[in-house]
């Protein structure tokens, strides 16, 4: 960044130096006053500099609402604003009119005029600022019987203007018919009384136009081209101020208004020097222009760190968001488990707790109130005693339910898992006298489920099968682990009287006991069917097609391999020790 906070001075430098020469001479052109003190005196006590033209289209002309228009009255009304000096434009019907209103005083300058023989005394001519192409204008019908000398024709022109005198110089052959007016001399050529019209071609193109005359050039169109200037009294300010507003043109601005009120271009290219501004002003855009795409490339190189760190910032604040809402998810999930858990403990103590610890308090009662004989006594101690274990393997099934329900997973190969869970097993299936068969799929890799619900799954489904697999063969139980797919499904069978399709709905039930016996309280098959849909997984019954027993089946997700510790849990159970 320092190397672009460098260019950028240097730029910045560059820039200054260009500029200032050109603010300079700007500044120095607005205080120079091309008008003296003593003309901008005259001109604050006389008013206006009125101007009056004579009716020469398109030179100048009465607009629709009477105001002065016309490339020569475009011209003045430019120089006088570069010159900061306030005119008024006066249109006057003839030229003799307006010759007249300049020696009376009723105009200060005569716009559009040459120098005249009736202007020779006491009148200044400022230098040209406009210059007019004159040529001849004849009927169609009239052009074969001409000549380019135009020898034995008749010739009219403007009436009481110079061109009277350069027609009898350029044509001595021909004579010359006055008319009173330019638009009347026009229309006798149109009519046929006059054979051609000498003239401005800009005017007799505006005038042709503009009053249906049917007229052509003829001969050399542009052949002679006449200056237009102003004209004042020698010996008033007004002389000096039409020199100093003339001065403020230049040819360029001239051709200019030319061109855009006629469509004639009267300059030569060669002659028309650039502007003494123009190389000093093109430097200074210039410079502009590489500022701007420096300052646009050290933004884009700023809008595009800035992006940068941006986008780092919101891919980490994302992560972080992400992971803790999965650490709320996974607290959430545990507490739901952990007050159903608990929901479930608080309504075993309300309905089952109550029956055994009502019999153990009725029994002592009588064992305290009446003299029994010993036979009778020693029948309700044991009764209170079998009440008393019966109630303590209530409390063992429900702190059960309520560890199942907050099983985490951790990472275990598959003969890890079968030597668990035959060493978990072994003493139980001992004990009733029978065999286990264990078949786990996958050998020395790891299980990629969830192994606690797994080993869970298997300790519940394997003790209540011993509890009910007992027949004359003896008791055969089968564990099976296969990955399917993306799940996998462990199946314990038993060899015993299974259960009837009929009731498979009612044995996930909680506290459903299809057997009123002492071999269980409804609780551990409730447990492991939350368990397993906890962990997005599901468990059904079924008929053991091998062994002619029950068969339970619990299918899990395939997830990947995580170590969790189930802190939501162990503080719910107020004891750091691990869920297992």
């Not at 545990?334 to 089952?352: C, E, G, V, W």
């Amino acid at each position: 960044m320092r190397w672009r906070a460098h260019g950028l001075a240097a730029l910045a430098a560059v820039g200054v130096l260009l500029v200032t020469p050109v603010a300079a001479s700007a500044q120095a052109a607005a205080a120079a006053d091309p008008i003296s003190e003593s003309q901008r005196e005259w001109l604050d006590e006389h008013g206006p500099l009125r101007i009056g033209w004579p009716q020469f289209p398109p030179l100048a002309m009465a607009g629709p609402d009477g105001d002065a228009q016309g490339y020569g009255v475009d011209v003045w009304e430019l120089a006088s604003l570069k010159a900061g000096v306030e005119v008024e434009h006066v249109i006057i019907g003839s030229l003799a009119a307006a010759v007249a209103a300049l020696r009376d005083g009723s105009i200060d300058v005569l716009g559009g005029s040459g120098p005249r023989e009736d202007l020779a005394d006491g009148i200044s001519h400022s230098e040209p600022f406009a210059w007019a192409p004159t040529g001849v204008a004849v009927l169609l019908d009239r052009v074969s019987g001409l000549t380019t000398d135009l020898t034995g024709a008749t010739v009219t022109t403007v009436p009481g203007s110079p061109l009277e005198a350069r027609m009898a110089e350029r044509f001595p052959a021909a004579s010359y018919v006055p008319y009173p007016d330019t638009l009347a001399a026009l229309s006798a050529v149109d009519a046929g009384d006059v054979d051609a019209f000498y003239g401005p071609y800009a005017m007799i193109g505006f005038m042709a136009i503009n009053n249906d005359l049917q007229l052509v050039p003829y001969g050399e169109a542009g052949s002679d081209i006449v200056p237009i200037s102003s004209s004042a009294p020698i010996d008033g300010p007004a002389a000096a101020i039409v020199d100093t507003l003339r001065s403020q043109l230049t040819d360029a601005e001239l051709s200019l208004t030319h061109v855009r009120w006629t469509g004639i271009d009267l300059s030569d290219p060669d002659d028309v020097p650039a502007p003494r501004w123009l190389l000093p002003f093109v430097l200074a855009v210039l410079v502009v222009v590489v500022l701007a795409f420096a300052f646009v490339v050290v933004l884009r190189g700023r809008v595009r760190t800035a992006t940068l760190e941006l986008r780092e910032l919101n891919a980490e604040l994302e992560g972080r968001v992400g992971r803790r809402t999965t650490e709320l998810h996974d607290a959430a999930v545990q507490l739901r488990r952990s007050n159903a858990a608990l929901k479930r403990f608080a309504s075993t103590a309300a309905h089952d707790l109550k029956s055994p610890v009502t019999a153990i308090a009725g029994l002592a009662t009588l064992l305290h109130r009446f003299d029994l004989p010993k036979e009778e006594r020693d029948d309700l101690a044991e009764r209170v005693g079998q009440s008393a274990m019966r109630l303590g393997g209530m409390v063992d099934a429900m702190l059960e339910d309520a560890v199942a329900a907050g099983a985490h997973s951790g990472g275990v190969t598959g003969d890890a898992f079968a030597q668990w869970v035959r060493e978990v097993t072994d003493p139980e299936v001992h004990i009733v006298g029978g065999a286990i068969e264990i078949d786990v799929q996958g050998g020395h890799r790891l299980l990629e489920a969830d192994v606690e619900v797994l080993r869970r799954c298997a300790v519940n489904l394997v003790s209540n099968a011993a509890k009910y697999a007992v027949n004359e063969t003896g008791m055969k139980i089968t564990v099976r682990l296969h990955r399917v797919g993306g799940t996998y499904e462990l199946s314990v069978e038993d060899n015993g009287p299974g259960i009837p399709q009929p009731l498979w709905a009612q044995v996930f039930d909680h506290g459903s006991r299809l057997v009123h016996d002492s071999r269980g309280f409804g609780l551990g098959l409730s447990a492991i069917r939350d368990l397993v849909q906890g962990a997005g997984g599901s468990i059904r019954l079924g008929d053991s097609e091998t062994l002619g027993g029950a068969a339970f089946t619990a299918v899990l997700p395939v997830v990947p391999l995580a170590e969790a510790a189930d802190d939501a849990l162990a503080a719910l159970l107020g004891t750091d020790a691990e869920v297992s």
